[in-house]
């Protein structure tokens, strides 16, 4: 990350983006200056508990935060060439669908009901894509056969489709017109074990036959294992460990990033009390100036209570913390 | 992938083409027999409509008086009988069919036409636009709808155009409500959002997305207003406020036969009985349409 720009294949270059929404109650500061970059082809996983941001981080990027109450500043946010700040309406309903595109968490819910899921594939396509309604339905099809469904299924509804069967028709929707930025949002969640695995496989496959990137919003460490290439840690509304899938996986800096580790169950031990991180989730009406995570970790001191930098710890390994500057300072990963 | 394409636009793609929304709609609709009932007594009431239209003359049949004949109890030669002016009821009824059917159709086109939009526009963004038209709304239902319908028969003078636009007027702020009311949970639908990410323009998403997912309370209400348009117009036209006095409306006869109640009931239960027959069809219908039109109910 220490290269210049211009020699890098930017999908996504997002500088300083600011989420607040303003209620009466007060004003929740929903994401603080996150900076992320996504090369083209590349996966990265945003990790972090619930009300990290991760949601909020990936409507922003869409432009569908809801104003009011939300408010979105930012600095820089180009998504494929395209600057989405200053944009017209019509020109950001090209953008949606075609060059980036999202996959929602709950696939009971993604699908309108009324429709048959051809005709919904269908319309994604006829919006971007200069065809015939024929041709549509037909490419619908194809991308139908290619998450795995039967193409004469196209003329049926969404309720005579199961969980996972939903979540392909919603992934073929979501890749009908070959996104060059996909947004996944807890895709597997609603979904049990089995019917993850393929649905992962196939997000894996498709993702290599249209070199599209990929942010996949998860809180689950293993997917990301599986699907990613780099990861970003969020909490309370900022990226607080930034890598390559080895760095943070295997060479763990931040002590949130540490303590979600450790409080996965140990496979090699049943009888293991698991470990949670101690203390909640802060408020996000009342933000500490400093480090967010202060107040849960472990190895708390007063320079937590500044506001922490943003600090490379080698070429791709970023994280927010000023433990590090304490001597000899290093995290207790417990060992499986 | 360019066998795979061919293959699928051959057979497949036929089967697919088959299963349109109205064939599905009809399959739904006909299983129902009190729906069919609806549909076969408006067919019914449209075919006599029509076929009265063509046999009988108006300046001969319907409006020439012919004061020997007054007042004959039905029988097989006058099966309605003949009113206070020796005309032949069935005749007139079968003839004025056309105002009724015209008026309550026309005017909850109008109705819900405006009104929904309005209702639709109104849930959809919510915020200052919804309130506006919202309170707009109220405003036009705090007028009660006879007076309302009244004002505005007298200001424009009476005729069926105006009959129509009256009685769709006084209807159109309760299909704003209604619409708005059935958007507000879909407004939220994820499938609302996913069809925002998928490039989507704002106006499609109300028509194409929104309204289909609430039409049901939508579809009741047409049907309920054809069946009030009819007798809203009955009773202006009861008032002396609707069609002009010799047309044989169903309200009109009712109204010129109400004085002879007591010795001529006939004269006002057989217009009475069309409009009841009528209204029956259309919310018969009105029911089996919403629930054929739910694909969740299917099969």
């Given amino acids: ?336 | 992938m360019e066998e795979n394409t061919n293959r699928i636009s051959l057979d497949e793609y036929k089967k697919y083409k088959k299963r349109s929304l109205a064939a599905d709609v009809w399959h739904n609709y006909k299983k129902s027999p009190s729906a069919m009932v609806g549909l076969i007594l408006i067919v019914i009431i449209i075919v006599l409509a029509i076929a009265a239209q063509l046999i009988y003359d108006y300046e001969v049949d319907i409006v020439q008086q012919d004061l020997s004949q007054r007042f004959i109890a039905p029988n097989t030669e006058h099966l309605f009988g003949t009113d206070q002016y020796g005309r032949d009821v069935l005749t007139r009824v079968l003839y004025g069919a056309k105002y009724s059917l015209a008026v309550g159709i026309v005017s909850v086109a109008i109705s819900c036409a405006i009104g929904a939009t309005l209702g639709l526009i109104a849930g959809y963004y919510g915020g200052v636009i919804e309130n506006v038209i919202m309170r707009f709304c109220d405003i036009f239902m705090g007028i009660p709808s006879v007076l309302l319908g009244i004002a505005i028969m007298s200001a424009f003078g009476q005729s069926l155009i105006v009959l129509m636009l009256a009685v769709g007027l006084v209807y159109m702020s309760a299909f704003a409500r209604t619409a708005r009311s059935a958007v507000l949970p879909v407004r939220d639908q994820e499938y609302i959002e996913a069809a925002k990410v998928a490039g989507v323009s704002d106006l499609k998403i109300i028509f194409s997305h929104v309204l289909p997912n609430s039409l049901s309370p939508i579809i009741v209400q047409v049907t309920m207003g054809v069946a009030n348009g009819i007798l809203t117009a009955s009773f202006l036209s009861f008032l002396g406020l609707g069609v002009p006095v010799p047309a044989p409306e169903w309200g009109a006869m009712l109204s010129s036969g109400r004085q002879y109640i007591r010795d001529y009931s006939y004269l006002t239960n057989f217009p009475g009985l069309a409009i009841m027959i009528t209204v029956l069809a259309f919310n018969l219908m009105g029911d089996g349409l919403r629930d054929a039109l739910d694909p969740k109910l299917k099969q």
Avoid at chain 1, 39 to 58: N, Y
Avoid at chain 1, 145 to 157: F, M, N, Q, S, T
């Fill in chain 1, 1 to 336: 990350m220490s290269q210049t720009e211009n020699t890098k294949d930017l999908v996504l270059d997002l500088k300083n983006l600011q989420v607040r929404f303003e209620t009466e109650d007060g004003i929740c500061y929903a994401v603080n200056g996150l900076d992320l970059e996504i090369e083209r082809g590349k996966a990265l996983g945003l990790v972090g508990e619930t009300g990290a941001g991760k949601t909020t981080t990936a409507l922003s990027l869409l432009r569908l935060v809801p104003d009011p109450p939300g408010v979105v500043e930012c600095e820089k946010m180009v998504i494929n060439g395209h600057d989405m700040l200053n944009i017209s309406i019509k020109e950001l309903e090209k953008i949606r669908g075609k060059d980036i595109s999202m996959i929602f968490q709950d696939p009971m819910t993604a699908l309108n009901p009324v429709f048959t899921v051809g005709d919904q594939i269908a319309e994604s396509i006829m919006l971007h894509e200069d065809v015939s309604m024929a041709d549509a339905q037909r490419k619908a099809i194809d991308m139908l056969e290619l998450v795995g469904i039967p193409g004469e299924r196209a003329g049926e509804y969404p309720h005579e489709f199961s969980g996972g069967m939903k979540q392909r028709v919603v992934i073929a929707i979501a890749l009908a017109c070959h996104p060059q930025l996909l947004i996944a949002d807890e895709p597997t969640t609603a979904l049990d074990v089995t019917i993850q695995a393929q649905v992962l496989d196939l997000m894996r496959n498709l993702r290599q036959q249209y070199q599209t990137s990929l942010i996949m919003i998860t809180h689950d460490l293993g997917i990301v294992a599986e699907v990613c290439d780099d990861v970003a840690v969020m909490y309370g509304g900022n990226i607080v460990e930034q890598g390559t899938l080895e760095d943070v996986f295997n060479h763990t800096m931040h002590p949130y990033t540490e303590g979600l580790f450790n409080s996965l169950p140990n496979i090699n031990d049943r009888k293991a009390k698991l470990t949670p991180i101690r203390g909640l989730m802060l408020d996000p009406m009342d933000m500490p100036p400093g480090c967010p995570f202060a107040p849960r970790c472990p190895y708390y001191d007063e320079k937590c209570d500044l506001p922490q930098e943003k600090k490379y710890v080698t070429e791709t390994h970023a994280i927010r913390c000023c433990a590090y500057e304490r001597p000899g300072f290093h995290i207790e990963r417990k060992e499986r």
